[in-house]
């Protein structure tokens, strides 16, 4: 089992930056990939970053070049980075973990860019 919790959301303006951070307990020796997902109110949760335990990362077209996803391996922790945020990255951001077969997700955290 794994257990996620995510901390740095927050209100900033349009063009500003966010860090969120996610950190795993539990069986953390055995998660494979680790990422971040969002939803927005009344849309589908969609995919942000993931980042392997190998260090390959995947970004979603729409942060391209503006988010970056990094991770602590001993600390089991990953990271967002969020630049140059606009008004439609409003959404909760998950973080989530692959571990063996299962997948786990946290509470979220709330990121809200104003114009």
């Known amino acids: 089992q794994v257990q996620l919790v995510e901390s740095g959301g927050g209100l900033v303006q349009a063009g500003g930056s966010l860090r969120l951070s996610c950190a795993a307990s539990?069986?953390?020796?055995?998660?494979?990939?680790m990422g971040w997902y969002r939803q927005a109110p009344g849309k589908q949760r969609e995919l942000v970053a993931t980042i392997t335990s190998g260090g390959n990362t995947n970004y979603a077209n729409s942060v391209k070049g503006r988010f970056t996803i990094s991770r602590d391996n001993v600390k089991t922790t990953v990271f967002l980075q969020m630049n140059s945020l606009k008004p439609e990255d409003t959404a909760v951001y998950y973080c989530?973990?692959?571990?063996?077969?299962?997948?786990?997700w946290g509470q979220g955290t709330q990121v809200t860019v104003s114009s």
């Open positions: 989530n973990a692959v571990w063996y077969q299962f997948t786990f």
């Open positions: 539990g069986s953390t020796h055995s998660i494979n990939t």
